[in-house]
């Protein structure tokens, strides 16, 4: 299965093994199988993230840094990412677009809590995350026949009932994380119009506008957003990750010419314009005009990106935008931090942890693009 778009994980949502057990992780443990209690013991890490099974049907996995399966949900079709309630424990996989499903299903034993159906005439984005007190559930929508993106709210003590919507200011409304503030949204809007009528078809590639947008996440009042300059109106803006200055990283996906080089990776930050990194000539091209996921790592110090059109994945510098350390991945698609480092999954089953031991497990799985650290 070839792996397009992909995580992000916001910086502060990785929490190490001694963390999550002073927390939620005690009965987390309780609650597992035997060979999951087996598996939870060796583990530094735990993750989540959507995959194709073997036997053709589609699932989302929890897993060790090490590849071992520690619990898993089956899924109507194909999954995107996972977002992850601390306080409660639960977890939700969203559908990818354009599906309408997502799936709060308890990563301990797999078990599924409750399904979530979009409205009619929404499906979702395949992403979301849930407010610091974990009353509310935020998920990226899209209202197809108007051709605009949303960020719908959902109450988690009222049985995930979605109790209101904000205006996402573009369309294509793809990754939104909570910034460290806890008060404000940051959303990637891609730009690009679809409609379930015509599949993943794009609509309008020459009237493009990929975005990043800032809200208010109480009210949904516009904070800021900004646009890429007019030549690069077909760089879809789809994920992000935040880093230790609270600059918000951003990933493309070029729609223009195979043959064009557009910068794709930047950086945004509420109230300036958006800024470029420059990459030499040939890290472009082994990203193949495609960012699959962006992560931050720990400490927010280091920014990965991951192609898996180009197989490859690349570790910046925040503060420079310097390129650190190239690592060539087959359909490498997934990135969350791990310890000091990241953690990087494939299409073929692979699971990597860089910059590490750069061991290679290989899963019974073809995992999907993106990996939440739990």
């Known amino acids: 299965m070839r792996l397009f778009p992909g995580t992000k994980v916001a910086r502060g949502a990785f929490l190490d093994r001694r963390s999550f057990l002073i927390g939620a992780g005690a009965a987390f443990a309780a609650g597992l199988s035997p060979r999951g209690a087996e598996a939870f013991d060796r583990a530094d890490a735990l993750f989540g993230a959507s995959c194709l099974r073997p036997d053709g049907s589609f699932g989302c996995a929890v897993f060790t840094d090490r590849g071992e399966i520690v619990s898993a949900v089956a899924l109507p079709d194909r999954g995107h990412d996972v977002a992850f309630d601390k306080v409660s424990g639960r977890a939700v996989v969203f559908a990818r677009r354009p599906r309408t499903f997502a799936i709060v299903f308890d990563p301990t034993s797999g078990e599924t809590i409750k399904t979530l159906t ?40 009222a049985g995930y009932a979605r109790i209101g919507e904000f205006d996402a200011h573009g369309m294509d409304t793809h990754e939104a994380l909570l910034m460290p503030d806890g008060e404000t949204i940051v959303i990637a809007n891609g730009g690009i ?47 992000i990750a935040i880093d230790a200055g609270n600059r918000v990283w951003f990933g493309g996906q070029y729609q223009g010419a195979a ?14 314009p958006l800024a470029l990194t420059e990459l030499a000539p040939t890290d472009l091209a082994s990203l193949a005009n495609y960012i699959g996921s962006v992560a931050a ?18 570790i910046l510098e925040a503060k420079t935008g310097n390129v650190l350390e190239r690592i060539g991945l087959t359909d490498g698609c997934g990135l969350a931090p791990d310890g000091s480092g990241f953690l990087a999954t494939s299409g073929t089953g692979a699971v990597l942890r860089l910059e590490e031991d750069d061991d290679t497990a290989m899963a019974d799985l073809e995992w999907d693009n993106h990996i939440l650290a739990l």
């Open 118 to 157: 979009s409205p009619e005439g929404r499906h979702f984005f395949g992403h979301g995350f849930f407010s610091p007190d974990g009353r509310l559930m935020y998920a990226t929508e899209h209202d197809y026949d108007a051709a605009r993106g949303l960020v719908a709210v959902y109450d988690v003590e």
């Open 193 to 239: 119009e679809t409609h379930p009528d015509y599949g993943r078809q794009m609509l309008n590639l020459p009237t493009m506008e990929p975005s990043i947008v800032f809200l208010d996440r109480k009210t949904g009042e516009l904070i800021d957003k900004q646009l890429l300059p007019q030549d690069l109106h077909k760089l879809s803006l789809h994920h």
């Open 259 to 272: 043959s064009d080089a557009p910068p794709l990776v930047g950086f945004a930050e509420a109230g300036k």
């Open 297 to 314: 790592s720990r400490d927010g110090e280091r920014i990965a990106v991951s192609s898996p059109v180009g197989g490859t994945v690349m």
